[in-house]
């Protein structure tokens, strides 16, 4: 198939999407709603907790710089979420309409199928990224710093794109085993609570002298890790402690993204095959 067809599948399955929700306006309040209700929480937890002297040791944050890293942090796990949850979506979407073995069946390209909801949520998840990401950089002192800008909204992306591949390999469980929500709920809830949203990652070793250390390292196997990590050294500077050095960093992220990303087109490969030998009733 052409890449011109495949782009154009694309932009007609985003163009769908848009107008969905143009067409239930309903979906958008609820968008503005979990907004509202994290920022509060955000907030919240901003008066509530403070960093104690050892954890900021180990990060290199004070207590006034915690609203800034928990904006930050919202702002990078609403991209997270688009990558995780809207292929998944859209496959079970088409379960339970009866349309997706007409997307099986036809020419159309699965990966333009499954970019398609991608894009478009990415879209709507950028108005509301918005005032998370401009709340971040506000209370850091950053609002007109273009380089922090650039810097965090390339690791943005680079974090949408570490997570594609578990969006597709859920869709692809969906697809074999029908209900795979409850898995992507859970993964969802590790990349927050073990891959840095609400605490650094580096004071881990605060909770425990081992444990603590043992958790560090296992979610140092995640790219979501660094997507954080790297997100907050480059709203905070010089006064935030990496785990790595930065270049290091990068490597890593862009190295197991890509990895995941060959995993899931051949994790997509093999579920075609299967379709091709089994018949469509896997679908």
């Known amino acids: 198939m052409s890449l011109r067809f495949s ?11 848009l107008k969905n929700y143009s067409r239930y306006k309903l979906a958008l309040f609820g968008w503005f709603l979990g907004i509202v209700v994290n920022l509060f929480a955000i907030s919240l937890v901003n008066t509530i ?20 890293f928990l904006a930050g942090s919202f702002a990078l796990n609403m991209f997270a979420n688009v990558g995780i949850w809207a292929p ?15 997307v099986f069946v036809s020419p159309t390209s699965r990966i333009s199928y499954l970019l398609s909801p991608l894009l478009s949520e990415s879209i709507i998840a950028l108005l ?9 950089l506000a209370v850091s002192n950053n609002l ?9 909204l390339i690791i943005s992306f680079l974090t949408l794109l570490s997570v594609i591949a578990f969006g597709i390999f859920f ?6 085993i029908r209900q795979s929500s409850s898995i992507a709920i859970f993964f969802s809830m590790i990349f927050m609570f073990l891959c840095g949203f609400y605490v ?14 043992i958790l560090k390292y296992f979610a140092m196997i995640f790219p979501y890790t660094y997507c954080y990590d790297l997100m907050h050294f ?5 006064n935030f402690i990496p785990l790595l050095p930065i270049w290091l960093e990068f490597i890593i992220l862009i190295g197991e993204s890509i990895l995941l990303l060959i995993i899931a087109y051949i994790l997509l490969k093999s579920v075609e095959k299967k379709a091709k030998k089994a018949g469509l009733s896997i679908l």
């Open 144 to 152: 007109l710093n273009f380089y922090v800008i650039a810097t965090t």
């Open 234 to 238: 480059f709203t905070f500077g010089d």
């Open 128 to 136: 509301f990224f918005t005032p998370a990401y401009i709340l971040a």
């Open 49 to 68: 907790f403070d960093y104690d002297a050892l954890t900021s040791e180990v990060t290199g944050l004070g207590t006034t710089e915690m609203l800034a």
């Open 7 to 17: 782009v154009r599948v694309v932009f007609k399955g985003v163009w769908r999407d």
């Open 88 to 102: 998944l979506n859209q496959i079970e979407r088409d379960i339970n309409y009866g349309t997706l073995e007409s």
């Open 171 to 176: 869709a692809m469980i969906a697809l074999l």
């Open 200 to 213: 650094p990652v580096q004071a881990f070793e605060t909770i425990h002298s081992v444990g603590g250390k």
